[in-house]
């Protein structure tokens, strides 16, 4: 079991910044694949983006990459989410998950990904 707390989130203007925080605790982080999703009100859940357990493999969805930035610190078995240059859209509950990806390189789908936190509310203002 791993369990996953996200925090950071909150309400800023657009065009400002957030960083989201996933801890994780329980099995050992650095074996486990790390993901963030979001929901926007009214649409499903979609894939953010994506980082390995060496942190040097990420993947982004087309709509965040050169803004959003996922890193991770197994030392402190944490994710992050850095969010620039945010934009209205941008607003959701985001979601961070960890997965055993193996050999999928994509590994996007929530699907893949077998535990989940709670959320975090992020929302941009026009």
């Known amino acids: 079991q791993v369990l996953l707390v996200e925090s950071g989130g909150g309400l800023v203007q657009a065009g400002g910044s957030l960083r989201l925080s996933c801890a994780a605790s329980g099995r050992t982080f650095s074996n486990y694949d790390m993901g963030w999703f979001r929901r926007a009100p009214g649409k499903e859940r979609e894939f953010v983006a994506r980082i390995r357990t060496s942190g040097g493999n990420t993947l982004y969805a087309d709509s965040v990459k050169g803004r959003f930035t996922i890193s991770r610190d197994n030392a402190k078995n944490t994710v992050y989410l850095q969010m620039n240059s945010l934009k209205p859209e941008d607003t959701a509950v985001y979601y961070c998950?960890?997965?055993?990806?193996?050999?999928?390189?994509?590994?996007?789908?929530?699907?893949?990904?077998?535990?989940w936190g709670q959320g975090t509310q992020v929302t941009v203002s026009s």
């Open positions: 998950a960890a997965a055993s990806c193996g050999g999928k390189y994509y590994c996007r789908s929530e699907y893949d990904y077998d535990y």
